[in-house]
């Protein structure tokens, strides 16, 4: 009894967890308003789900003005600029997104209300990821973001790929966070905290790796390796791609990806810091990562699937940074940022040209995009700036993230960042020549069954596009823009 | 001295109207009235050329005043060179009067010239050099900045000396007596306007070759003289055979233009300059110093030599390029062009002169490659039946004469003979255009014969041509074959008997054969078809006046000795007093021989001999066949007979046993079935060989190696597609295995 | 104490349901596994805690059952999506899609 | 230096003009084709306008110093610059892209291959004049990297799209190489980032070429600096193309649509060589010394093989694309030689090059549209057919072997010779054979010219053109190519043209190079 009563709520910063609990209103607003008139809200719906998300960007951007780091739960939970950058990454996408599902889910009729109410659950929970800088914290916001994106790879209930799609997905998901549980539990009992802070100091300690260590620490960068879709724990990727519903693979290439990254900075940076497994081990899986989502990308006749396998490579991409992380943790750590706000934004745009088209064709199949420039020269545009950027061709943005990349690898120098590098350079190539497939058939082929009926753009599906192609455009020509968030991030996980 | 300041107005004149004519020619002026443009412009500059050679001949006439001081520094080196043969006082008087003139010409010449000369490049401005060297130099150069590069400043001018206008006049001549005669000649042809237009591109191009101030200018006329041939040899493009021998021509001499390339190359590299009159001084100032290197660019220079001036080995397009309409032959493969090589000899003899190291040898490449020209030319011109053939390996032959004077040293000489040669030997392939106009078109001589009465004129011009070219006193070209012989004998310090041998078995065989051509197409009967007719006044003329040089040309260096009775001795030696640009040559010590009548009238025996025997063998055969009983009363002997059957025996077994068969025939077969088809497969196999590398190296190896690695990597695509098998547990299992060798792999390592 | 018998406990657990996950057919065997290995997670990190006489190693452990709860929840409604689809909860009966 | 007034925005300005006109056509329908291609051909007019204004605007007195320097922060964050200036080694080169680009647009007016749709075509144009215009201006290795780069885009499209029957392999092939080329280059661009030093020791860490020049390499070993130098190598030596990397060049010309070969040949092949002179050598003097025997090595076998590859092609327009090899290969002679000599003969080839095998692509295009062939062995008889163009013809084949008096002469000659002193200390006797072995790389030159001259313009026409009624040369053909046949004969007759622009870039880069290697 005096226990309980002793018990004293710990201090609670409101406006740091202002985004957080808006984003959790929306959601409560969303629930109930399908509660009271459930069949008439379906046409506001997406609506009140964009308006909140933009709603959630104000209490952001007030954090991000004030500019003060906030710490709660003795560190567990931190509101820092590298912070507020990813929530506002998370949100944006999650707009984008909404975007990109209205009709689509409209057409399909498929259950909208819960569709928005998860969706908006897993953006907290990547919202809290952001923050998360303890273990306990990591892994409450990794379910919280994966549950309800498990529900919503099968949210096409009657499709037999789409269950399908779930279960790999569920299935791999939680054996992945069990083990990655399991390699907390050793560091946990290595060091005895849970926070970063501690895990670092008390790993600093001991000059050598233990085998203890290097297996909790592998296991635990496997758990979210797996959330990045690495090879060799990608499998589960394409097939989930291939069968979710086309919004919610996007959603899961970009945001979820994007939440996977977000922890594995945490971790390398802070809590493993130069941790003898890191590099070896970040070396290895980005090479792989990059090389065989590549050439298995080579021979892909699905669009979607594609473009899952092109995701895979990129994450190894993205990866890159890791293996340098200790000679350059700044650049490395710009890099990844960089990349990533570009990637979410040029992949969005990629599929959302996929929405597009295949909301005419009804096919997912490469030759449904069949002369595409011919009935849709904008569209086909359009897809091709999207295909440039991720193929990292100026003027498109991707071409300043690969320059990351490069970046990092020469400031860290030496034969194998060279060797990464040259690596990445070759990938580069090999991802081009099934970007330039699917260019191929836009520009090169005869129309897909000589229907020349033009592609309807709904206004949702068209922003999103719009949304996608300026940032892309942008980054690539003022990548400042983007290179400025990366600063910030730097700044705020290294204090530098 | 103006015109020999601004020469390079002469080339200039035949460059406009070639413009003029090719972009104005159809449309304004009309084709059929094209060649008047032509006509005027060579006109014109066959004026300049003769002005110019006049303001030559004053200027050495009357060397400037300041020059006379340095006379008691150059009598050494004249007295020196006159020391041995026998001394005719009054000549030798002459001659130094001359020398002064020249030499100490020179020695100050050359450091104002230069002086001038820098002073023009850097001020840029137009003629500095040219009027700051006219005052004293023998040499007029006038140049100013063409382009510059990397430091190296590469000047475009003119350098006028004897040998200059010699050729300018050559060339000037022969050119505007072509441009009349083509008037006729290619009336109504398909190209009019086209042949003309060349013809003057040509002129413009050869005179600027021979204007050259410095090495590029060089290269640069001789490659665009060539494209004119190229372009003339082809001008009937339509049948194969005719593009086949523009090609050959073309391909040939470039092969040449390596060596000149590279041997001008390295004259740059040794000497750091490209002006002509440069080089030459700095060699002639210091002969021996640099001897390598001037061998090497002598060597690769008589490449360039072979394949334009038609020398052994590279000598075989030269024939096929009598696939041009005959005026073309005429001007281009006989009197002009061909003689570019000669002519760049000359224009840089010490070189030669070093490089070979000629003064001293009794034997040296040049001399040799030229002497064996001369005799296998020679030997070829019998087994030919095409008269333009014939003539063509004539020009072949007396090229190697040239090539092979210069080679002993001879220098004055050569010229000589490349003077006297162009007239006589122009006349010649013009006359055959005249009879092949008569008779049909038919350059076959078995289709003529018995012309003489037909085409009067034509055949008169063409025996008087005839003579010369066998080196009948006292025609011209007796004159100048005399002095080559003679300079092969005498040779600079030790004489060339190859040579000398050589020599007069071409002088014997030329003589031969022509007499051999005169036959077949004038003599015996008609055995064309059809009636031939004497040509149009407008050819005929311009035979006579070649005709008529052909007779006097031999005027112009007439040796002293000759010309004491008429106390004429002024005139003697003209050529080689105007011509020799004692400049380069003195400072190499260079000497003439005297004049010997002895081996006049040895080279006058053999060419006597060689018609006669010629002439008595077909006026032999042609008779009836009792004389071949008479034959057998060989043994009776009438002295008559026996001579006639001495010469006939002398003849049948000895000449054409000796020359017709094995030589000229195993010549003739040598040359048709390995040097012509040499150079035929040459580039047959330079294609085949393309075709190999082509398709195994480049699209097998390079291109193979580079699809093999797309298609490798889209095949490992496939075959890592397996481990997606879409089983989950699979995955699983991949996932955790991946983790426990991760793990174990770690723990070791680390 | 005895930590270690604690740990290999744990560790056996965890073969025992990675085993049980990549081995067995049936998906609900497969959702039991994983509960398994979740389990031998809880074991872990509450001897931890009490070795480290920290009381994280146990909030932790309840964090995970009570997200275990959760996962198994949406684990079963999908195992019961795909029984009333296409009649098998075979894990090996869904390779519709690979390659 | 800083440019001021509008002299500061002239150079953005001949750059961006064609984008702008792209952009507005883009948002033109297609239904106005005439006002879309007008807009079109007015903006590359107007650029090159720009470009003529820019020719009396420079000072040719300090034609080796950068003009209408401009110099803004772009990447502040990595330290990159909008840094755009001209010298004298831009500037013919400048105005070579300048000129193509609306005399492509003429030739295409009403002859846009199939499938048609000029709009598009004409719009990638104007983006591929406005990368390579960059190219050639930008004074920071990032700005050059965008632009380079920007060029790959367009020309895939134009080859894919409107190419030939092997038009999807030839593209990719092209930009599959092109690409691997400029990833390694990138590389090596921060490797210099990072490693050059100013002389004070300290590092640098600026892509801005100006300071890189400076510094020449110092601060990096020569081993690294060798490495460095390969990423360029490859990079440039791609997009030259040097042997062995070169055959991605045949098949992208010969599917190519004309204008899309005469581009390519024109300009594009230029930004390699371009590169070596700008980047490779100045920035690594050491290295480029380390590498020149072998880039001399590389030059000639491509000039020889080049060469026997065109005697073996039976399409005149793959003969030609192989004759570019052999061509480049003298310019990169030039280069190898590290002479200012022989760079200035390598700028001087470019150029030639660049309005010589235009030329000849013109016309090849021209054949092609007539007779829906390019056989050799079919062709026959042009100068009787269409006597004009066969002039044209043999007037390009003959600039094209070198002949004197055309511009095709003063790169080759100058080239050849300059290999007999190389400089920087490199081997007489070695650079002395690869002089040889260029000479005879002339003749067969003359031979495969020649050759392809024979086969398709003398002689009768072949029987099945025999009595067709084939157009002679059109007006808007005179009219893109007169401007290519003045050119040839005018830097033929006048080369100081551009060995006078060149000159004094051109000898401080090797006197810096003499320096550093005389240094150290």
């Known amino acids: 009894m005096e226990a309980l009563l002793a018990f004293t709520r710990p201090p609670l910063d409101w406006h740091a967890l202002a985004p957080e609990l808006t984003l959790l209103a929306v959601g409560t607003i969303l629930t109930m308003v399908d509660i009271i008139w459930d069949e008439k809200s379906k046409q506001v719906m997406p609506t009140l789900a964009g308006v909140g998300l933009l709603a959630v960007l104000v209490p952001i951007m007030t954090l991000a003005l004030d500019g003060t780091d906030r710490a709660m739960f003795d560190g567990a939970y931190v509101v820092d600029d590298f912070a507020l950058v990813m929530k506002a990454l998370f949100i944006i996408i999650g707009y984008v997104i909404v975007l990109m599902s209205v009709d689509y889910i409209r057409d399909g009729d498929y259950y909208e209300n819960e569709y928005y109410t998860l969706m908006l659950t897993s953006l907290l929970g990547m919202l809290m990821m952001a923050s998360s800088r303890d273990l306990i914290s990591v892994f409450v916001a990794l379910e919280l973001l994966s549950i309800p994106a498990y529900m919503m790879a099968a949210w096409r209930k009657g499709g037999r790929r789409s269950n399908e799609a779930g279960l790999k997905y569920y299935l791999m998901g939680v054996f992945a966070s069990a083990v990655m549980l399991y390699g907390m539990s050793l560091i946990y009992g290595l060091t005895g905290s849970t926070s970063f802070s501690g895990i670092a100091s008390e790993l600093a300690l001991d000059d050598s790796a233990t085998a203890l260590s290097i297996l909790g620490v592998l296991f635990v960068l496997i758990g979210f390796a797996f959330k990045v879709s690495a090879v060799p724990f990608h499998n589960w990727a394409p097939d989930t791609y291939e069968g979710a519903p086309t919004p919610v693979t996007a959603f899961l290439a970009v945001a979820s990806k994007a939440a996977g990254m977000v922890a594995l900075i945490q971790l390398v940076f802070v809590a493993f810091d130069n941790h003898e497994v890191i590099q070896p081990f970040f070396w290895l899986i980005a090479a792989l990562t990059m090389t065989i989502g590549n050439l298995i990308a080579l021979r892909q006749t699905n669009i979607v699937r594609l473009l899952a396998y092109s995701g895979i490579a990129q994450g190894g991409f993205m990866l890159v940074p890791f293996a340098v992380a200790g000679q350059a943790s700044e650049r490395a750590l710009q890099a990844i940022v960089v990349y990533l706000i570009i990637y979410a934004f040029m992949n969005l745009g990629a599929f959302s040209v996929v929405l597009a088209v295949s909301r005419k064709t009804r096919s997912g199949e490469l030759e449904s995009f069949g002369g595409l420039f011919q009935y849709a020269p904008g569209l086909a545009v359009a897809m091709t700036i999207f295909l440039a950027a991720l193929a990292g061709i100026p003027p498109a943005g991707g071409w300043f993230a690969k320059f990351g990349l490069f970046r990092a690898l020469l400031d860290a120098g030496g034969a194998w960042a060279a060797t990464l590098g040259v690596v990445v350079a070759i990938n580069t190539v090999i991802a081009f020549a099934y970007y330039a497939r699917v260019l191929g058939q836009m520009w090169f082929q005869p129309i897909h069954e000589g229907d020349e009926r033009p592609v309807k753009l709904t206004s949702a599906l068209g922003s999103a596009l719009v949304i996608a192609l300026v940032a892309t455009m942008a980054f690539g020509i003022l990548p400042g823009l983007v290179g400025h968030f990366g600063e910030v991030a730097v700044l705020s996980t290294l204090g530098f | 001295m103006w015109m020999l300041e601004n020469a390079f107005l002469i080339p200039l004149i035949p460059a406009l109207s070639f413009a003029v004519i090719l972009f104005f020619g159809k449309r304004v002026i009309g084709s059929g009235r094209v060649h008047l443009i032509g006509i005027t412009a060579v006109s014109l500059i066959w004026v300049l050329s003769l002005v110019a050679a006049f303001q030559w001949t004053q200027r050495v006439e009357h060397p400037s005043s300041d020059a006379i001081a340095q006379i008691s520094v150059d009598d050494h080196g004249d007295d020196h060179g006159d020391d041995h043969g026998d001394d005719h006082g009054d000549d030798h008087g002459d001659d130094h009067g001359d020398d002064h003139g020249d030499d100490h010409g020179d020695d100050h010449g050359d450091d104002h010239g230069d002086d001038h000369g820098k002073a023009a490049m850097h001020s840029e401005s137009g003629h500095g050099g040219g009027h700051g060297s006219a005052l004293i130099s023998p040499v007029v150069t006038s140049y100013s900045k063409w382009w510059s590069n990397g430091g190296v400043d590469f000047a475009i001018g003119t350098h006028v000396d004897g040998l200059t206008v010699l050729l300018l006049v050559v060339v000037a001549s022969i050119s505007l007596l072509v441009h009349i005669y083509s008037t006729e000649y290619v009336k109504g042809d398909r190209r009019y306007v086209h042949y003309y237009a060349f013809l003057s591109l040509f002129t413009a191009a050869m005179l600027f070759f021979v204007m050259a101030q410095n090495i590029v200018q060089l290269i640069v006329g001789w490659e665009l003289v060539g494209v004119c041939s190229f372009g003339l040899i082809g001008h009937w493009w339509e049948e194969k055979p005719n593009t086949d021998a523009a090609l050959k021509a073309f391909l040939t001499n470039r092969v040449g233009d390596i060596g000149l390339l590279v041997g001008m190359i390295v004259l740059w590299g040794t000497f750091g300059t490209f002006s002509i009159d440069a080089i030459n001084t700095a060699i002639s100032a210091s002969p021996g110093t640099q001897h390598f290197a001037l061998l090497v660019a002598a060597c690769c220079l008589m490449a360039a030599v072979a394949s334009k001036s038609g020398q052994f080995p590279l000598h075989t397009w030269l024939p096929d390029a009598m696939a041009g309409p005959t005026p073309v032959s005429a001007l281009i493969h006989a009197a002009t062009m061909v003689v570019a090589g000669v002519y760049m000899i000359a224009r840089l003899y010490p070189v030669f002169y070093d490089g070979f190291s000629i003064g001293t040898s009794s034997i040296n490449l040049m001399a040799f490659i030229g002497g064996f020209t001369a005799l296998m030319g020679a030997g070829l011109a019998f087994a030919q039946w095409d008269i333009k053939k014939v003539l063509a390996y004539s020009t072949v032959s007396q090229l190697g004469y040239m090539v092979m004077a210069l080679g002993v040293g001879a220098w004055t000489a050569a010229i000589f003979h490349l003077f006297t040669h162009a007239f006589f030997k122009a006349c010649l392939f013009l006359g055959a255009g005249s009879v092949s106009h008569a008779a049909h078109h038919t350059f076959d001589m078995r289709k003529m014969g018995g012309l003489k009465k037909f085409m009067p004129h034509t055949y008169w011009t063409f025996v008087i041509a005839t003579l010369a070219l066998s080196g009948i006193f006292p025609f011209a070209g007796f004159w100048s074959k005399d002095e080559i012989l003679l300079g092969a004998k005498v040779g600079q310090q030790s004489g060339y008997p190859l040579m000398l041998i050589f020599g007069c078995a071409v002088a014997f065989m030329t003589a031969a054969y022509m007499t051999r051509v005169v036959w077949y197409t004038f003599h015996g009967e008609y055995r064309g078809h059809g009636h031939p007719h004497e040509s149009p006044k407008v050819m005929t003329v311009p035979l006579w006046i070649l005709a008529g040089m052909a007779l006097v040309g031999g005027a112009f260096n007439l040796p002293g000795p000759v010309l004491k009775p008429f106390g004429l001795e002024g005139l003697a030696h003209r050529v080689q007093t105007y011509a020799e640009p004692s400049v380069y040559l003195s400072g190499l010590g260079l000497s003439h021989p005297d004049p010997s009548l002895s081996m006049a009238l040895i080279g006058l025996g053999l060419a006597l001999s060689g018609i006669i025997v010629t002439y008595l063998y077909f006026w032999r055969n042609m008779g009836p066949k009792g004389l071949t009983e008479r034959n057998k009363y060989a043994k009776a002997g009438y002295t008559f007979l026996e001579n006639k059957y001495y010469l006939d025996y002398l003849y049948n077994d000895i000449i054409v046993a000796s020359i017709k068969k094995p030589i000229a025939n195993s010549a003739n077969w040598f040359n048709q079935n390995v040097l012509d088809k040499a150079v035929n497969t040459a580039g047959e196999s330079a294609r085949d060989s393309g075709r190999w590398i082509y398709k195994w190296i480049d699209q097998g190896a390079i291109d193979g190696s580079v699809n093999a690695a797309a298609r490798g990597a889209d095949t490992s695509g496939e075959g890592l597609r397996t481990i997606q098998s879409g089983k989950v547990q699979n995955y699983g299992q991949l996932l955790f295995g991946a983790a426990a060798v991760l793990a174990i792999v770690f723990v070791i390592v680390i | ?99 | 230096m800083e440019a001021t007034g509008f002299d500061a925005w002239v150079l953005t300005l001949a750059v961006f003009l064609p984008l702008v006109g792209a952009l507005i056509m883009m948002v033109v329908p297609k239904a106005y084709e005439l006002e879309v291609k007008l807009i079109g051909l007015g903006s590359s007019l107007a650029a090159l306008a720009v470009g003529i204004y820019i020719l009396f605007q420079f000072d040719y007195g300090s034609s080796s110093e950068l003009q209408f320097v401009v110099d803004k922060g772009w990447i502040d964050i990595i330290n990159s610059r909008y840094i755009i200036g001209l010298d004298g080694l831009s500037l013919p080169l400048l105005l070579l892209s300048l000129l193509v680009v609306p005399l492509c647009l003429v030739y295409s007016w009403n002859h846009v291959p199939s499938p048609g749709n000029p709009k598009a075509f004409f719009i990638l144009l104007l983006i591929l004049s406005t990368g390579m215009n960059g190219s050639f201006i930008s004074q920071d290795m990032i700005l050059f990297f965008v632009f380079f780069e920007i060029v790959l885009l367009p020309m895939y499209f134009l080859i894919g799209v409107w190419g030939g029957e092997e038009r999807r392999y030839a593209s990719l092939k092209f930009f599959l190489y092109t690409l691997f080329g400029s990833a390694l280059m990138i590389i090596s661009f921060l490797a210099l980032f990072f490693l050059s030093k100013d002389a004070a020791g300290n590092p640098l860490q600026t892509f801005d070429m100006r300071l890189l020049t400076d510094a020449a390499g110092s601060g990096i070993v020569k081993t690294t600096q060798v490495w460095i130098f390969a990423g360029l190598f490859i990079g440039f030596g791609i997009k030259v193309p040097m042997f062995p990397f070169h055959t991605w060049l045949p098949d992208a010309h010969t599917q190519a649509p004309t204008v899309g070969s005469v581009i390519l040949a024109a300009v594009l092949l230029k930004l390699g060589t371009y590169g070596f002179i700008r980047i490779a050598i100045p920035f690594l003097p050491e290295a480029a010394v380390a590498w020149a025997p072998w880039i001399g090595l590389l030059a000639v076998i491509g000039i020889i093989y080049g060469a026997l590859g065109c005697l073996a092609q039976k399409d005149m327009k793959r003969l030609i694309a192989f004759s570019s090899v052999a061509h480049m290969g003298f310019v990169m002679l030039g280069i190898a030689t590290l002479t200012d000599f022989g760079l200035n003969a390598a700028v001087f080839g470019m150029v030639a090059h660049g309005l010589i095998t235009g030329m000849l692509f013109f016309v090849a295009g021209s054949i092609k549209e007539r007779y829906h062939t390019l056989e050799i062995s079919r062709l026959g008889g042009l100068l009787k057919s269409v006597p004009r163009m066969g002039w044209i013809l043999g007037f390009a084949t003959m600039a094209s072997l070198g002949l004197p008096g055309l511009a095709g002469f003063w790169g080759e000659f100058p080239a050849i010779l300059s290999a007999y002193n190389p400089g920087a200390g490199l081997s007489e006797e070695l650079f002395r054979t690869y002089m040889v072995i260029a000479a005879i790389g002339t003749v067969l030159a003359a031979g495969y010219l020649l050759w392809l001259y024979q086969r398709t313009a003398f002689g009768e026409p072949t029987e099945e053109f025999a009595d067709h009624a084939i157009p002679d040369v059109s007006r808007n053909e005179w009219i893109a190519w007169v401007p290519f046949l003045i050119g040839i004969v005018l830097f033929g007759v006048w080369p100081n043209l551009i060995f006078n622009l060149t000159d004094g870039v051109v000898s401080s880069i090797t006197a810096n190079v003499e320096a550093v290697v005389a240094g150290r």
């Open chain 3, 1 to 99: 104490m005895l930590l270690n018998q604690f740990l290999i406990l744990g560790a056996v657990l965890f073969c025992i349901g990675v085993y049980g996950v990549l081995a067995r057919k049936n998906a609900v065997m497969v959702l039991m596994s994983i509960e398994l290995m979740l389990n031998a997670v809880n074991i872990n990190m509450v001897v931890f805690g009490v070795q480290h006489e920290v009381v994280s190693g146990q909030v932790f452990a309840l964090f995970i059952i009570a997200v275990a709860a959760a996962e198994v929840g949406v684990g079963l409604a999908i195992v019961l999506l795909l029984y009333r689809n296409q009649t098998s909860i075979d894990v090996e009966d869904f390779d519709l899609m690979k390659g």
